[in-house]
């Protein structure tokens, strides 16, 4: 039989930053047609969050370290599902039935598929079996027009997922799925609200055809096996792609995104007063929300310090937060929060979320004098 009938077929769960990619797969990995899937998930932050949000038993997970998949870390992603085929060979863990790979929000997809596709040894073991997209309704259409990886990620999907439809007018989600027919005229549309975008099904996409997405989507993959190629060139290395203990660590050491988009976490100690974390996150959000790609946090709260509360931020839709009922990992209850920002100084941030916490310090405005910030607006309630 040829290797890619046997191979263990690869989803790669895409979208921008905070679309809905872990609520979505959060979904599916309740379905029963999903049993023995191995997830591989990163994160774009030293700080990692997603795999305490992630409600799947741990040893399903495995996390990537600090980077993005489809640049410092992408060495790393074919290393491990190098490891995760030979230990299915060895017999140490049993048949994995498919392997997800969450990507993070600023991943351009296009190496990332190179990477499973174009590794001669990855493709003797594992086929790409689709390319399921996860497109906010709210921030959609805003973030194709300032981000050259959400375009990418649209036009390379099979399966176009719209989350937080509910969230946003009719006529955004018009003028959102006309942009998305032009970049991608064939993937099916579906709808995050409904029953089957939690389905297995969604996956069940077939061999990944480049030839069945606009005309960009093959030249991406050939800059990318170009790019490869070269490099292989460049270091003399006979076997660049076809040694287990070779193959990854390319030229994608260099980080892919502009300088001007920096990912910082904000770790502290001590439980946080609701109405100063209030205070915070409207005054960043009303002030600098643009400037706020992503934020998510774990937070320890001085009225339940044993249920910390979860906030998501993207762009500037704050999510209603969420308490949890415990910590994940009781060990560590301090609060984490990350932040994706672009043109937004981490000093700045760091020095409101001092001045709320309490922190004290002589050249920042005090909390008094923030919060007779006329920008602040009131909303979130914790
Ligand atoms: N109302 C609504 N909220 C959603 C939907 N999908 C996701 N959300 C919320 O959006 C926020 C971000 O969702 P995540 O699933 O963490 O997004 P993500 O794409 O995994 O985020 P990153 O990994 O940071 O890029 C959370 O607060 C979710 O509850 C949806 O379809 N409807």
Not at 6 to 14: D, M
Not at 30 to 59: M, Q, R, Y
Not at 278 to 306: C, Q, T, W
Request: charged share 25%; hydrophobic share 40%.
């Amino acid at each position: 039989m040829s290797p890619v009938l046997n191979a263990v077929p690869v989803s790669i769960l895409t979208g921008f930053l905070g679309a809905g990619k872990t609520s979505l797969l959060n979904r599916l990995l309740k379905d029963p047609d999903l049993t023995d899937t191995a997830v591989i998930i990163n994160e774009f932050g030293d700080v990692s969050l997603d795999h305490l949000l992630v409600e799947a038993s741990s040893d399903g997970i495995i996390e990537l370290s600090d980077g993005c998949l489809c640049c410092t870390v992408r060495g790393e992603l074919v290393d491990t599902l190098a490891d995760l085929m030979d230990r299915m060979q060895t017999g140490k863990i049993r048949p994995l039935k498919r392997v997800v790979i969450e990507t993070t929000g600023l991943a351009d997809p296009a190496p990332v598929l190179q990477s499973v596709m174009g590794n001669p040894v990855i493709a003797q073991s594992y086929r790409l079996d689709g390319v399921v997209t996860v497109v906010d309704a709210v921030n959609g259409l805003s973030t194709l027009n300032n981000h050259e990886e959400a375009v990418k990620q649209v036009a390379m999907a099979d399966r176009l997922v719209i989350s937080k439809m509910s969230l946003a007018t009719p006529d955004a989600v018009i003028s959102l799925k006309a942009r998305l027919r032009d970049l991608n005229p064939r993937a099916a549309m579906i709808d995050a609200d409904l029953p089957e975008a939690g389905k297995a099904e969604l996956f069940h996409c077939g061999l990944y055809d480049p030839a069945t997405k606009i005309a960009d989507v093959g030249r991406w993959l050939q800059d990318e096996a170009a790019a490869d190629h070269d490099h292989c060139h460049d270091h003399d290395h006979d076997h660049c792609g076809h040694d287990h203990h070779d193959h990854g660590h390319h030229h994608h050491d260099e980080n892919r995104h502009g300088a001007d988009i920096r990912s910082f976490s904000i770790v502290h100690d001590r439980p946080i007063d609701p109405m100063a974390l209030e205070m915070f996150i409207d005054l960043l959000r009303s002030a600098h929300g643009e400037k706020l790609l992503r934020m998510k946090a774990i937070v320890s709260m001085s009225d339940n310090p044993d249920r910390p509360l979860i906030l998501h931020g993207v762009q500037t839709v704050f999510h209603t937060p969420q308490r949890m009922a415990a910590w994940p990992d009781p060990s560590d209850r301090r609060t984490r929060m990350v932040l994706i920002t672009k043109d937004l100084p981490e000093a700045f941030v760091r020095d409101l979320f001092d001045a709320f916490t309490g922190k004290p310090s002589i050249d920042r405005p005090d909390r008094q004098a923030l919060e007779d910030n006329p920008l602040a607006v009131p909303g979130l309630r914790m």
